[in-house]
């Protein structure tokens, strides 16, 4: 149960598209917010631990067939997310932080991190290696101790950006955090279309 929790906090520890949403949803809206978004991608990678210890050697062959595809939507998607981050900010500008409860970050970055192709990859790889014959108990058992990891990690990004939001207050900072992290996650959906 320990290799899976190290799993979890290395997995999450992985500088990607999610940690950069996390932390910039935390410099900007705060520590609650950043938490919550945390929260959800350690659910997403949970939710892909027991799909892949408990049926993943019947899941993943149909995946590895149409395995480009699917990384080319993911990395499209990234692409799509960063580019409305940025659209939005150009149009409308900072919106008010505190009308978006800290709450409403959870799904999106569930919906997130379920599609981004850096986890699909992993978790592909790990679940040849930790078999568990099919075994539900078992497969959610470790699912939890890797979910458990993977929320600690999430937690750091999120106190970590927000220390960082309360660091360099004002309007100007908080712009030039969320710029940074569109450009960020773009970036990384970049890379993955070019390796698929």
Partial sequence: ??????????????????????????????????????????????????????????????????GRAIRAGCALLLIGLGAWMLLRRALFGEAPVERVPASNTLWPTFLLTIGNPMTLVVFAGIAPQLPVAGSIPKAAVLALALGAGSAGVQMAFAGAGAALGAALPGAGWRRAIATASAIGIIAFGIAGLAGA
């Fill in 1 to 66: 149960m320990w290799k899976a929790f190290v799993f979890g906090a290395v997995l999450a520890g992985a500088i990607g598209p999610i940690a950069l949403l996390i932390f910039g949803t935390s410099a900007r809206q705060g520590f609650a917010a950043g938490a919550f978004a945390g929260l959800g991608a350690a659910l997403a990678d949970f939710l892909y631990a027991f799909t892949a210890l408990s049926v993943g050697a019947l899941i993943l062959p149909l995946l590895a067939t149409h």
